[in-house]
């Protein structure tokens, strides 16, 4: 059992393809998109995610990337601030940003690096076979091969999931999400800024989350708004984020001006499993255990550690399947915890529901049992021992 094929590379993907080489595997990596997926959104490194990136000799490069981050700032449409948190409030992990932050294309660049393997772009599994002694891969492009595993690490709309597991195992949480980068005239200080509005244009409670990278003006640019239904086939993603905000104040009017044609949007959905593994095929990072809360990426590094790690151990990988979701369990269970309030927490419908919102966020540091209003996110992101799988490679 030595050739693994991975599809997807994200974090999870090239996560596992770095490990897998230092134990003496071959991965062969495949990726439907075109090309490296650049932007998108900053993401934490929490709890034992930081260890397995220590593990691999990276954590210097990690933090030298790291975006500035000193917290998170609400502010309403005048920009007046309303309440803030540090990024160490908390702990280090365990605040609504943690206190290493690092751009998802700045750490998939880095991960690539360290991988060493080469990326099968456009290409996209369209069936799987499975065998007594393999289960052979049919592609969109190319001849069919043959692995002794295959891994899908293809994020929450996984193709290998539907195709062994069947369509269904995603629940709507009722919101959309967009990403762009932009600039702004702001100085943000530091700050990760949100501005929310209520519900308005024919959409539920709205979100703008502002992501400095530095002192330079950049910045990554979260929209969100809640809704009841996904958008159809035929719309427009750009133009309906145009229309959800119009006429919204703050720097939201200088932002949409900034949007651009191929949006990043997608609707919010949590993976439901009862099971991340089915013969040959197992399922890694949001492809398992998608729709935590600040926690996807730091998953998906776990996982991939712990997933190489028992595979080099047997050579059946059914059994190292069920160690790995052994060992996955309960942490992930622990980090799929959801702070009460759900979307209404993360965009309120009403002006009263944000104002009470802030009321909230300006106390939660002085709170007796703040970290378990949070979903307990510092001891959570740190519930999981890892083992000293052996590599064969220093």
């Known amino acids: 059992?030595?050739?693994?094929?991975?599809?997807?590379?994200?974090?999870?993907?090239?996560?596992?393809?770095?490990?897998?080489?230092?134990?003496?595997?071959?991965?062969?990596?495949?990726?439907?998109?075109?090309?490296?997926?650049?932007?998108?959104q900053a993401v934490d490194l929490r709890g034992a995610a930081r260890e397995v990136v220590a593990r691999m000799g990276l954590l210097?490069?990690?933090?030298?990337?790291?975006?500035?981050?000193?917290?998170?700032?609400?502010?309403?449409e005048r920009g007046r601030r309303a309440a803030e948190m540090a990024a160490d409030a908390?702990?280090?992990?365990?605040?609504?940003?943690?206190?290493?932050?690092?751009?998802?294309?700045?750490?998939?660049?880095?991960?690539?690096?360290?991988?060493?393997?080469?990326?099968?772009?456009?290409?996209?599994?369209t069936a799987l076979d499975e065998?007594?002694?393999?289960?052979?891969?049919?592609?969109?492009?190319?001849?069919?091969?043959?692995?002794?595993?295959v891994v899908g690490a293809d994020g929450i709309g996984s193709g290998v999931r539907s195709l062994v597991f069947g369509p269904d195992s995603v629940r709507d949480?009722?919101?959309?999400?967009?990403?762009?980068?932009?600039?702004?005239?702001?100085?943000?200080?530091?700050?990760?800024?949100?501005?929310n509005l209520p519900a308005g244009n024919g959409v539920g409670g709205r979100v703008v989350m502002?992501?400095?990278?530095?002192?330079?003006?950049?910045?990554?640019?979260?929209?969100?708004?809640?809704?009841?239904?996904?958008?159809?086939?035929?719309?427009?993603?750009?133009?309906v984020v145009a229309e959800a905000f119009a006429g919204a104040g703050w720097e939201i009017p200088a932002l949409l001006e900034q949007l651009p044609d191929d949006l990043y949007f997608s609707r919010a959905g949590e993976v439901r499993l009862t099971e991340w593994h089915r013969g040959r095929t197992v399922l890694l990072g949001d492809a398992a255990f998608g729709g935590s809360l600040g926690m996807g990426t730091s998953l998906a590094?776990?996982?991939?550690?712990?997933?190489?790690?028992?595979?080099?151990?047997?050579?059946?990988?059914?059994?190292?399947?069920?160690?790995?979701?052994?060992?996955?369990?309960?942490?992930?269970?622990?980090?799929?915890?959801?702070?009460?309030?759900?979307?209404?927490?993360?965009?309120?419908r009403t002006r009263t529901g944000i104002r009470l919102r802030n009321a909230f966020l300006r106390a939660l540091p002085h709170l007796p049992g703040r970290h378990r209003m949070l979903g307990g996110l510092q001891r959570s992101a740190n519930a999981i021992t890892l083992k000293p799988y052996p590599a064969l490679r220093p």
């Open 210 to 239: 502002l992501y400095p990278l530095g002192a330079s003006g950049e910045c990554r640019v979260l929209v969100g708004f809640v809704s009841p239904k996904p958008l159809a086939p035929e719309e427009n993603p750009a133009a």
């Open 90 to 125: 908390l702990g280090d992990s365990g605040g609504v940003v943690a206190d290493l932050e690092i751009l998802r294309s700045d750490l998939v660049r880095i991960l690539h690096d360290a991988a060493g393997v080469d990326i099968e772009y456009r290409t996209e599994i």
């Open 60 to 76: 210097d490069e990690v933090r030298a990337a790291h975006t500035g981050i000193r917290g998170i700032a609400w502010v309403d």
């Open 301 to 348: 590094l776990v996982g991939a550690y712990v997933l190489a790690g028992e595979l080099s151990t047997v050579d059946d990988p059914r059994t190292a399947f069920a160690r790995y979701a052994d060992e996955m369990r309960d942490y992930v269970a622990a980090n799929r915890k959801r702070p009460p309030g759900g979307a209404s927490g993360f965009a309120p």
């Open 173 to 195: 949480l009722g919101y959309h999400l967009g990403y762009f980068p932009a600039r702004t005239r702001l100085d943000l200080d530091g700050w990760e800024t949100v501005c």
């Open 1 to 40: 059992m030595r050739t693994v094929l991975i599809s997807g590379a994200g974090v999870a993907g090239l996560s596992l393809a770095y490990w897998l080489r230092q134990h003496g595997f071959h991965p062969t990596l495949v990726e439907r998109a075109p090309g490296p997926r650049q932007g998108g």
């Open 131 to 149: 065998k007594p002694d393999g289960i052979r891969a049919a592609f969109a492009r190319g001849p069919a091969r043959t692995f002794d595993v």
